[in-house]
Nanobody, 114 residues
Framework: QVQLVESGGGLVQSGGSLRLSCVAS????????MKWYRQAPGKERELVAS???????NYADPVKGRFTITRDSATNTVYLQMKSLKPEDTALYYC????????WGQGIQVTVSS
């Protein structure tokens, strides 16, 4: 069974930066896609960014040009570098891996103050 542990969240001022990390551990057969989602209070969970095994990335329009997703396949880690943060980026951020299994992390809080 795969476990995902997110880290790197916290409180930052508008315009600041944070880097989220998500490490997959346990019995990992194959991970094809790694994704970051977020859910703000009172809103639906939304896809923020994704990266495939081949390195193909996709971003939600609100974060394009500000967020960068990368992965280290050797350590089964996915990162989300977030720059020029805005108050509307405040949310609980979740990591998800899709492969033999579909696994979600517990989520980590990101709060951007104005």
């Amino acid at each position: 069974q795969v476990q995902l542990v997110e880290s790197g969240g916290g409180l930052v001022q508008s315009g600041g930066s944070l880097r989220l990390s998500c490490v997959a551990s346990g019995i990992i057969f194959r991970i094809d896609v790694m994704k970051w989602y977020r859910q703000a209070p009172g809103k639906e969970r939304e896809l923020v960014a994704s990266i495939t095994n081949g390195g193909t990335t996709n971003y939600a329009d609100p974060v394009k040009g500000r967020f960068t997703i990368t992965r280290d396949s050797a350590t089964n880690t996915v990162y989300l570098q977030m720059k020029s943060l805005k108050p509307e980026d405040t949310a609980l951020y979740y990591c998800r891996t899709i492969g033999v299994r579909d696994t979600w992390g517990q989520g980590i809080q990101v709060t951007v103050s104005s």
